[in-house]
T-cell receptor, first 114, second 114 residues
Framework: DTGVSQDPRHKITKRGQNVTFRCDPI?????LYWYRQTLGQGPEFLTY????????KSRLLSDRFSAERPKGSFSTLEIQRTEQGDSAMYLC????????????FGSGTRLTVV | AQKVTQAQTEISVVEKEDVTLDCVYE???????LFWYKQPPSGELVFLIR??????QNEISGRYSWNFQKSTSSFNFTITASQVVDSAVYFC???????????FGKGTRLHILP
């Protein structure tokens, strides 16, 4: 297990299309997080899961965004009817249950909506 | 509410100079964790350090050192004898016991000039 994997690395889509990103966390990590990072800003929290349960969603996560983690392993983040403002880097992170454990981030998926 | 402030948006220094990146945080949690991440041009967030709020000892790792001062709610990061490879965006971040996510500052873009 080499870390958190995200797929795809890059995605270009036309406005109005739906996109889905995948995140594979470190296998023994129960907690999985999605962040969004726009140019010149720090990553902003979107949502997180403990196992398959989605425990918190940011106000940034509009109705067009949905995230799942069906079996408590990998997670998907879907954006419906994409808008140009959705263009950003989408980062996934995972960690084990203990609060003292660090967060490991994936390389991110860079979304460009044209 | 938790907040991380990195007042320095961008810093440029000449190679071999020392440079300090400032970080000030706000939290109501008594137990919390502070982080520094490096984001090189490739985009991946690279974990540098995690500090528990009960451990105020300064830490040194090679050319990197961190100064944690609870009295001023600061967690500053110093690079000694900077190198061009240190050029990146550096993020300070915070997570607390009551709120299971990392809050990032806006980052400091560091340019090390040859």
């Amino acid at each position: 297990d080499t870390g958190v994997s995200q797929d795809p690395r890059h995605k270009i889509t036309k406005r109005g299309q739906n996109v889905t990103f995948r995140c594979d966390p470190i296998s023994e990590h129960n907690r999985l997080y999605w962040y969004r990072q726009t140019l010149g800003q720090g990553p902003e929290f979107l949502t997180y899961f403990q196992n398959e349960a989605q425990l918190e969603k940011s106000r940034l996560l509009s109705d067009r965004f949905s995230a799942e983690r069906p079996k408590g392993s990998f997670s998907t983040l879907e954006i419906q009817r994409t808008e140009q403002g959705d263009s950003a880097m989408y980062l996934c992170a995972s960690r084990a249950d203990r609060a003292s454990e660090g967060y490991t981030f994936g390389s991110g998926t860079r979304l460009t909506v044209v | 509410a938790q907040k991380v402030t990195q007042a320095q948006t961008e810093i440029s220094v000449v190679e071999k100079e020392d440079v300090t990146l400032d970080c000030v945080y706000e939290t109501r949690d008594t137990t919390y964790y502070l982080f520094w991440y490096k984001q090189p041009p490739s985009g991946e967030l690279v974990f540098l350090i995690r500090r528990n709020s009960f451990d105020e000892q300064n830490e040194i790792s090679g050319r990197y050192s961190w100064n944690f001062q609870k009295s001023t709610s600061s967690f500053n990061f110093t690079i000694t004898a900077s190198q061009v490879v240190d050029s990146a965006v550096y993020f300070c971040a915070l997570s607390g016991d009551r709120d299971d996510k990392i809050i990032f500052g806006k980052g400091t873009r560091l340019h090390i000039l040859p």
